[in-house]
């Protein structure tokens, strides 16, 4: 088992900008591809990013392309979001999560989640 810890999130202005980290633990990360879901009120869970283990990789929700980017530090176990241009309808719970092998934008694929981090964006 992988445990993940985000943080990083909070309320911003639109237009604005945050970094989300998510620290993992337990396994080695680079084992691991990892990723972004999020959740926003009223809303159903949804793919935002992912990054493939050696980092080389990545696949974005065509929603955040160009606006947010996925990197990872694997010396660290750390995964990070940076998130630009953030929108009112950026506001949700984003989660971090990773599975063994390649990137998947399913949720039934990921076994392994944190426990999420809010992020809300003002207008």
């Known amino acids: 088992q992988v445990q993940l810890v985000e943080s990083g999130g909070g309320l911003v202005q639109a237009g604005g900008s945050l970094r989300l980290s998510c620290a993992a633990s337990g396994r080695t990360a680079s084992n691991y591809a990892m990723g972004w879901f999020r959740q926003g009120p009223g809303k159903e869970r949804e793919f935002v990013e992912g990054i493939s283990r050696s980092g080389d990789s990545t696949f974005y929700a065509d929603s955040v392309k160009g606006r947010f980017t996925i990197s990872r530090d694997n010396a660290k176990n750390t995964q990070f979001l940076q998130m630009n241009s953030l929108k009112p309808e950026d506001t949700a719970a984003y989660y971090c999560?990773?599975?063994?092998?390649?990137?998947?934008?399913?949720?039934?694929?990921?076994?392994?989640w944190g426990q999420g981090t809010q992020v809300t964006v003002s207008s």
């Open positions: 999560v990773v599975r063994l092998g390649g990137i998947s934008t399913r949720q039934i694929d990921y076994g392994n």
